[in-house]
């Protein structure tokens, strides 16, 4: 079996398995809004102005693609969205998953990000270890 370093898709928000570490770290680039090319869901969300269907559409569809990475407890993965009307859609907190509320951080540069030099997983600024391989973090800077 060959190693895949990136995949890259229009859409993982249904019928991937990334579990472990067949996927650590995924980029969306756009919010998943639904296609208003569709004659339906341009008489639903444009004709009939259901604005709170089109956002529910796209909050589920970013979710669903979210849990590509994330398959089990033991999992874990890095999801960066990286379209800036993502802050309009998650002003509407309480239509997401309390959990996924939780795992959001805004993030204005990578400089921002740090990540663990022998694993590679992103890690928060407030540790010193490194919660999956026990890398001293202070040590290796």
């Known amino acids: 079996m060959c190693e895949i370093d ?3 898709s229009v859409g993982f928000n249904r ?10 770290y995924q980029i969306i680039v756009k919010v998943p809004f639904p296609d208003v090319s569709d004659v339906r869901v341009r008489e639903i969300w444009i004709n009939r102005k ?17 849990g590509r990475v994330v398959r089990a407890e033991d999992d874990w993965g890095v999801t960066y969205i990286i ?16 959990w996924f509320v939780e795992a959001v951080k805004e993030v204005r540069s ?19 270890y490194c919660p999956t391989c026990g890398e001293c973090l202070r040590c290796s800077v």
Not at 15 to 24: F, I, N, W
Not at 51 to 66: C, D, F, G, L, T
Not at 83 to 98: A, C, I, N, T, V
């Open 6 to 8: 990136f995949l890259i």
């Open 15 to 24: 019928g991937v398995d990334l579990k472990y570490d067949l996927a650590r």
């Open 50 to 66: 259901a604005w709170n269907w089109a956002r529910y559409q796209a909050i589920k569809n970013i979710v669903q693609a979210y």
């Open 83 to 98: 379209d800036e009307s993502f802050g309009h859609l998650f002003r509407y907190k309480k239509q997401f998953p309390k």
């Open 110 to 128: 990578l400089d921002e990000l740090r990540f663990c030099p022998r694993c590679r997983r992103q890690v928060d600024d407030s540790v010193d």
